[in-house]
């Protein structure tokens, strides 16, 4: 049974790497192994769990202080494997399962990984202009335009904000300049503590979270992003700000927030590059691949992520549909997700994904050498 079970998690993660699927992989669809292992109703999850959390030690290197502490995560990952299965069913498009976050409870990983905060002032300003619809590719990635950078990891903090932020300053920037550079991050966690209204938690701050559109508010007023290698993340906010004004590498022109009209959000990420935008995360903590279209998601925003592109139709390995969706890059690292990637399915503002968008253009600098 354990081999059985190691082979299947195994054989999803192939699955799930091979991220750009070619048409109609017969047998996938009902596949009784697939289903197996994300099915707990025939109590063989239960029986297995022991073996599959020794392979999730071992494959995500996890230590523990001591046994209780290895007791207490396999407690949280048993109720994590279970949890999996019910955002299978909920959401049978995409792959749910064992993650490297399967032995924290959802509020630790809420506390720890996320960081969007709440938006206080709901100010119109900055609204984008409607741009025309019509000839928009059916298919879009600005990964084929070289105008992303590598999937980066926030850590244990809740800055997702500021990944946010910079992937879609990096890509303005690739636009304005022609040159991809990976932005700081650090930055912003250390030295943007701009607040969108006057109440208490209204302001960025650091790994206890913050919000794009005043990060670009940040970036304006200072100046602009220093180069990811000139001032390195370190994960944590308890430095002061190293901020050096000569060595920005990117600056903002202006930025805008865009309605929830998919065809606008889809027309501004192919004239403005990548776009940061907000979403509810709670299907990505067990999520490994596919299209995530859950048949009820909040739309209460936790997690800032950026948004790189579409496409017209999705495979799932679990069942054939044809759904367009949304390609996300995350900042949990490559070893989640589809390298890093979350695909979401478009048309009806699932997990909150069109109510938070926003576009930045970056001014083309001339102090390069
Ligand atoms: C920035 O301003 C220019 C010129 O007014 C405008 O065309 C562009 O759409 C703006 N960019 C964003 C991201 O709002």
Redesign the pocket.
């Known amino acids: 049974m354990d081999h059985l079970f190691v082979s299947v998690l195994l054989l999803l993660c192939s699955v799930a790497a091979a991220s750009s699927f070619s048409g109609n992989a017969a047998g996938a669809d009902g596949d009784p192994l697939i289903l197996q292992v994300v099915d707990d109703e025939k109590g063989e999850l239960a029986l297995s769990a022991e073996a599959h959390f020794a392979s999730f030690v071992r494959r995500f290197g996890k230590t523990y202080a001591d046994e209780e502490e290895r007791a207490l995560r396999f407690k949280v990952f048993k109720a994590n494997l279970h949890r999996a299965a019910r955002y299978q069913r909920l959401d049978p498009t995409a792959i749910h399962g064992v993650t490297k976050f399967s032995d924290l409870s959802p509020a630790e990983f809420r506390r720890a990984y996320l960081g969007l905060r709440r938006p206080e002032a709901h100010k119109s300003t900055?609204e984008?202009?409607i741009?025309p619809t019509d000839d928009l590719p059916t298919d879009f990635d600005w990964r084929d335009y070289g105008a992303v950078t590598g999937v980066k990891n926030q850590g244990s903090c809740g800055s997702c904000w500021s990944f946010s932020t910079a992937g879609a300053l990096e890509g303005?920037n690739f636009l304005a300049t022609g040159k991809l550079e990976s932005l700081s991050e650090q930055q912003l966690v250390d030295c943007d503590h701009e607040c969108d209204s006057d109440e208490p938690d209204a302001c960025d701050q650091g790994c206890n979270g913050g919000l794009m559109t005043t990060a670009f508010q940040y970036l304006l007023k200072s100046g602009g992003l220093e180069r990811e290698e000139d001032y390195p993340y370190t994960g944590t906010d308890r430095g002061s700000c190293k901020f050096d004004k000569s060595k920005i590498a990117a600056s903002v022109?202006?930025?805008?927030v865009i309605s929830t009209n998919e065809d606008q959000i889809a027309a501004?990420l192919v004239?403005?590059g990548p776009l940061a935008i907000g979403i509810n995360s709670v299907f990505m903590q067990t999520y490994i691949g596919g299209v995530s279209c859950p048949y009820i998601c909040g739309r209460h925003l936790d997690h800032g992520v950026l948004l790189v592109g579409y496409g017209s139709a999705g495979y799932s390995p679990i069942r054939l549909k044809d759904k367009p969706f949304w390609i996300i890059k995350n900042s949990w690292g490559e070893n989640w997700g589809e390298h890093g990637y979350y695909k979401i399915c478009r048309g009806r503002n699932i997990c909150g994904v069109d109510s938070m968008v926003?576009?930045?253009?970056a001014i083309h600098t001339q102090q390069d050498q």
Request: charged share 5%; hydrophobic share 30%; no cysteine.
């Open positions: 900055h984008a202009p741009l303005a022109q202006n930025f805008s501004n004239k403005h926003s576009s930045v253009s």
